[in-house]
């Protein structure tokens, strides 16, 4: 089964112009939608919530109405998933406090995996189990070579004949965002190795 999708910005078909530059994320209308104090709230935080559009997927894949992201956010800075910092920067997702989020909140097995290589994964979403993978965000265009691996996340939920299937939360265009399909050495080259594990 595809989970449904959700993205790090609530206008999905604008996230394009967004990272484009084109547009800003305060002039999302839908950005009452997330929850978030206000439009410069959204602005600040839109750009650091692909693990929050993750974990939304994850329970919708389980038939679990997700919380709003600012107030998954939220409930993920009081229990350490992001840190404020001084200097008004965010940092996270953190993955242990989400993984026990999830657990606590909705009794779903999540582990929080190292040195897991690309290759790994397939076993790791046979059946219901999926994976919140840490990839480089310009996954959005595999032909390019990334400058490094990780900062972004992405929820693989299935592997079908040598390539990995996942949702992106950036993902710039339909193809790029929904259902994505890449061979595992495609998935490597932005990989670093790391990631949560939900069992199925």
Same mark, same amino acid.
């Given at each position: 089964?595809?989970?449904? $999708?959700?993205?790090?910005?609530?206008?999905?078909?604008?996230?394009?112009?967004?990272?484009?530059?084109?547009?800003?994320?305060?002039?999302?209308?839908?950005?009452? !939608?997330?929850?978030?104090?206000?439009?410069?709230? $959204?602005?600040?935080?839109?750009?650091?919530?692909?693990?929050?559009?993750?974990?939304?997927? /994850?329970?919708?894949?389980? =038939?679990?109405?997700?919380?709003?992201?600012?107030?998954?956010?939220?409930?993920?800075?009081? !229990?350490?998933? %992001?840190?404020? #910092?001084?200097?008004?920067?965010?940092?996270?997702?953190?993955?242990?406090?989400?993984?026990?989020?999830? #657990? #606590?909140? $909705?009794?779903?097995?999540?582990?929080?995996?190292?040195? /897991?290589?690309?290759?790994?994964?397939?076993?790791?979403?046979?059946?219901? =189990?999926?994976?919140?993978?840490?990839?480089?965000?310009?996954?959005? #265009?595999?032909?390019?070579?990334?400058?490094?691996?990780? =900062?972004?996340? /992405?929820? /693989?939920?299935?592997?079908?004949?040598?390539?990995? !299937?996942?949702?992106?939360?950036?993902?710039?265009?339909?193809?790029?965002?929904?259902?994505?399909?890449?061979?595992?050495?495609?998935?490597?080259?932005? %990989?670093?190795?790391?990631?949560?594990?939900?069992?199925?």
């Amino acid at each position: 089964m595809i989970p449904p $999708y959700y993205g790090q910005w609530e206008s999905a078909e604008r996230i394009g112009a967004v990272l484009a530059g084109g547009l800003r994320a305060a002039d999302d209308p839908l950005w009452p !939608r997330s929850g978030a104090a206000g439009a410069a709230d $959204y602005e600040r935080w839109a750009d650091h919530l692909c693990g929050v559009a993750c974990l939304r997927m /994850v329970l919708a894949a389980r =038939g679990i109405v997700p919380p709003r992201a600012f107030d998954l956010a939220r409930e993920l800075t009081s !229990r350490g998933g %992001y840190v404020l #910092q001084r200097d008004g920067g965010i940092r996270g997702l953190i993955y242990a406090p989400a993984a026990a989020w999830l #657990q #606590q909140t $909705y009794g779903i097995p999540a582990t929080v995996r190292i040195d /897991v290589p690309a290759a790994a994964i397939s076993a790791q979403v046979s059946g219901r =189990g999926m994976f919140i993978a840490s990839v480089h965000p310009s996954i959005r #265009q595999p032909s390019i070579e990334p400058p490094s691996r990780g =900062g972004h996340l /992405v929820l /693989v939920f299935a592997a079908a004949d040598g390539a990995l !299937r996942f949702h992106n939360p950036s993902g710039d265009t339909p193809a790029s965002r929904q259902d994505v399909r890449l061979p595992v050495s495609a998935f490597d080259r932005f %990989y670093a190795g790391r990631g949560i594990a939900l069992e199925g």
